[in-house]
């Protein structure tokens, strides 16, 4: 239930080239490196609905509660 600033200070890519906000994966794919003019860039952080940061790439992403 905390904010996370996912996609506005880190974002991941995966083998097939699907972005994602974080390596997490939360919140779904959010575009294709193949298609750029149809990504859906994020503007604000995310409240996230996960139990933990599996990543370390995850992990130093700015969090917070509210």
Known sequence: ??????G?????????????LANCQIGGAIG???EPEKVRWPTAPVVCNKNL???ASDVVINKWIE
Do not use: Q, S, V
């Not at 239930?1 to 996912?6: L, M, Q």
């Open 1 to 6: 239930g905390y904010k996370c600033e996912a």
């Open 53 to 55: 940061c599996h990543c």
């Open 8 to 20: 506005l200070k880190g974002m991941f890519i995966d083998w097939r080239g699907k972005i994602y």
């Open 32 to 34: 294709t490196i193949n």
